[in-house]
């Protein structure tokens, strides 16, 4: 062990003071980061892990309070004056954040964010620093550099905005680079891209990097070692591998176990179920799905000859990257978007040319579950009645006494104590609010239920048990369910058929194991290489594999 | 920016008509026949004199026709002539525009100049500043207009004889004499616009602080004072273009009051002496002129919004 740390971090605490006292999130941490290594910070959210990374730079609100002490290249930073922090920033320590079209500022093109970035540190003209901006976009990987400098945030893609950012960051050669959740936001095909580069400059340039995730196929894929947090503690750390392989700590065997691994050699399916005989629950054939772009100009199309059913009790993923179409086909056939061409047959009902009284008799038979539970549910309205309200509206039920007896028993069907009928959303936590949406979904008794990107917003650990409790619902209820998501992982996890979009039409179609153990179409090859496995070997293995094709199509 | 550009004046003018046909029926949807309403109601008139000036408005010829005339007119900024006077109403409205103008544009820019830095300092320091902030900017706005304007001509021009209690002197003729005379109107006119900008600024500051590219400016070692001015005020400022381009369009409610307070001669003067004279025509051509200029204000807002966020081009 050399003396010093690049970076160490040793017995921080942080506290935000709240309405006069003090809270703290973060008690004791240690952690250290050499020169040149990848170390990943992990946790579920709230365990503390971004908190901590942005009090290296001082960067979190002026109510937090840090004590402990964190050295860079043996400076102490706790006590350094604000004049010294800010030179630190950007120059020796840089940072990327998570949302890059939030993190940069919408009215400043690329080029005036990236000379500002370099004439912080460095006295030059705006015009060298512009030449050197172009040559920094052209190392992260930007097509016509100089195109690009005069593009404001919103022009360009997630995946560029993200590029740039890097870009930015390593302007001043930073020694290192602190990473918040740098590819949470993106597809997996950009995501790859974007890891790719991260490697690829920590060689060229030298720089350490600490990246914060909640992916565990991010950590195995890029990190060398592990620091993983719960509840403001670090709780386990060690190398890669052994978090991986040798961990004996629960909190971590607990997280890879919940984990949904694609592909894994050893993996027991957990029994999606098939069709029954029965006629198909929904059936769509042909669909086109235009949006108007504005006058005199063609329109967009979002879905484009779409066909496919699923079948009476089936459950169907539907996956895809983003502005595939997938959540535009799952709104078209609850008849909440017009459709151009093609027909749409859920549960016996034509939505095509539909009249509005069968749309109504037809959203009986069907519910479904959005992605963010926090805002799907009504604040101010008691979960209880939330769940309960689709038989008011459909005059199903109208004894209030009756209906208080079913949001219990619905409660208690996905798990939640039936006392807390009174309760408010914001009273809950991601996973069981989420857990009230998919009550409230099944109230009527659905036959047909969408569910988009349900899962996308909770931890792995409280996805794991909503997928559990979403097949278990389907398995007793005998409901077909359209399953929407851009995680192959837990597509895989619940559903017997796949369906793979693209750019709004189908690239491919079959059982789950067909088309994520043997893809036919190169698009779904791509697709599936690009998702980092929690399992450091096995994905230091698909990652060259990966780079190798990818070098054999250029 | 020049595809907004376009569609923005395109706008406006679409608007202007639609205005201007608005201002044109209602007056012919007023009940009551107007030439009965222009004698006075006075049951002096023969009905051989209402039609003498049914004839001299043209009130006798088809709908159709006079709407046409009327928007022709109006297009060549012939807005009629008075009962009155028998002068043409644009030209009295000529005389005195550019006095209000000269008001409200002062009022305005002493409202920016007080109300933008006194703002975005209370949003940048917080606690007390904000708390002072907030008192003073809620006495400027409780306090209405005719009780600061007298207590300002009370004080300043009574009492210690500092500046005039009235009228208005043409730059042209003596620019000191024209400041000293637009001074006060215009101070109190701004007062509780300025305490509007300020609060604006202050809210949009403070939220603006939290956005995640002020923490990206701030991960990049710019300074605390760059990072403000560029990063959280620049982008502060839609909200507050937008609450200056309403206010600006409210003064010319306002200045009604300033006017008559400190005796201006403006265009409101016109206004209410038209309306008690019941001079249809000076009504009618000043509540035109009124309306092209909000909207003409607005399409100054428009186009700053572009000029300040570039995502506002698209839309």
Known sequence: MSDTHLLEISSLSVAFRIDGEN????????????????VALVGESGSGKSVTAMSVTDLLPPN??????????????????????????????????????????PVYTIGTHLVEAIRCHRDITREAALAEATGLLEQVGLPEPAAMLGRYPHEISGGQRQRAMIAMAISARPRLLIADEPTTALDVTVQAGILDLLLRLRTELGMAILIITHDMGVVADVADRVVVMQHGLVVDRGTTDHIFYDSSQTYTRDLLEAVPDLSAVAMTRSGAVAATGEAP???????????????RRAPFVAVDDVSFTVGDGELVGLVGESGSGKSTIGRAVLGLTPIQAGSARVVGTEIVGVRRQDLRLMRRTVSVVFQDPGSSLNPRVPIGRTITDPLRWNRIERDERVLRKTAEDLLESVKIPREWADRYPH???????????????????PRFMVADEPTSALDVSVQASVLDLLQELQRSMGFSCLFISHDLAVVERIASRVIVLRKGEIVEQGTASDILRAPREPYTQALIAAVPVPDPRRQRVRRAERLAAAGRRS | MVSFLIRRIATAIVLAWVVLTLIFFAIHTVPGDPAYQLAGGDSGFTEEGLQQIRESLGLDRPLGEQYANYLLGVLGGDLGESFATGQPVAQSILRRLPATLQLIAAAAVLAIAAGIPFGAWAGRRRGMADALMTSVTSVALAVPVYVVGALAVLLFSVTWRLLPAGGLTPFAEDPMGFLRGLLLPAVTLSLAFSAVVARMTRTAVIETSDRDWVRTATSFGLTRRRVFNRYVLRNSMNPVVTVVGLEIGSFLGASVIIE???????ISTLLIDGVSARDYPVVQGVVIVIAVLFILINLVVDILYGILDPRARIR
């Open chain 1, 281 to 295: 629950t929904l059936e769509v054939a042909g669909l086109r799905i235009e949006y108007r772009t504005g006058w």
């Open chain 2, 260 to 266: 008559r307070v400190f005796n201006y001669p403006g």
């Open chain 1, 64 to 105: 937090a309070l840090r004590s402990g002490s964190i050295r860079f290249a043996g400076e102490e930073l706790l006590t350094a004056s604000e004049e010294r922090i800010r030179k630190l920033r950007g120059d020796d320590v840089a940072m990327i954040f998570q949302e890059p079209m939030t993190a940069l500022n």
């Open chain 1, 23 to 38: 809270v703290e999130v973060t008690h004791g941490v240690d952690l250290h980061v050499d020169e040149g290594e990848v």
């Open chain 1, 427 to 445: 009273e809950l936590s991601g996973g069981q609010r989420q857990r009230v949406s998919i009550a409230r979904a099944i109230s009527t008794r």
